[in-house]
């Protein structure tokens, strides 16, 4: 039994590692040849796409928050230090719900999991450049503008590369391979 549970605590560990490469790696790659398109308010960042794979594995949520933070500490060097913190915990909250939510399908399609990382980065993100980078003082409407730029950005990943990543995943059976 020692071993089984070796042999899956090594998976685990190999497939967070390789999410958290793969995510650091594409939204470095994307912030070099597209330079503001994974730090602007409204930001499309391709790796996101990844957040699906919370559905598949739990080795997601701490792979995923890794590579974020690792990939937000590239925003460091663009004034961006916070984001290293919030946006974050902003991926820890939304690949946690996804994990959570991973049975609840309409028509054989997670979308409540889906929003999650549009409602978490709305949310957190919102407020952090509302609070930090806004001349001023806190305004309600501002920040329901901030947050709504950030979660138009993280729906567009999820619902149109998510749902193309999702079925490909699942017709191909890699769903099967990652152990959901």
Avoid: H
Avoid at 29 to 51: D, I, K, M
Avoid at 129 to 158: C, H, P, R, W, Y
């Amino acid at each position: 039994m020692e071993k089984k549970n070796m042999s899956r605590t090594t998976r685990l560990l190999t497939q967070g590692a390789i999410i958290a490469a793969m995510y650091a790696a594409l939204t470095y790659l994307q912030g070099v040849l597209l330079p503001g398109s994974t730090t602007a308010a409204v930001q499309f960042r391709v790796s996101e796409v990844l957040n699906i794979l919370a559905l598949f594995t739990p080795a997601a949520i701490p792979g995923l928050t890794l590579g974020c933070v690792i990939a937000n500490i590239y925003s460091i060097g663009q004034g961006l230090p916070l984001d290293m913190i919030f946006g974050s915990l902003a991926t820890l909250g939304a690949t946690i719900c996804i994990r959570l939510l991973k049975n609840v399908k309409v028509k054989d399609y997670p979308f409540l999991s889906m929003l999650m990382p549009a409602l978490w980065n709305g949310v957190i993100v919102g407020w952090e450049i509302e609070t930090f980078f806004v001349a001023g003082k806190f305004n309600f409407s501002d920040f329901l503008l901030q947050g709504s730029l950030v979660a138009l950005g993280e729906l567009g990943v999820m619902l149109v590369l998510g749902t193309a990543l999702y079925f490909v995943l699942k017709k191909r059976n890699i769903d099967q391979l990652l152990g959901s």
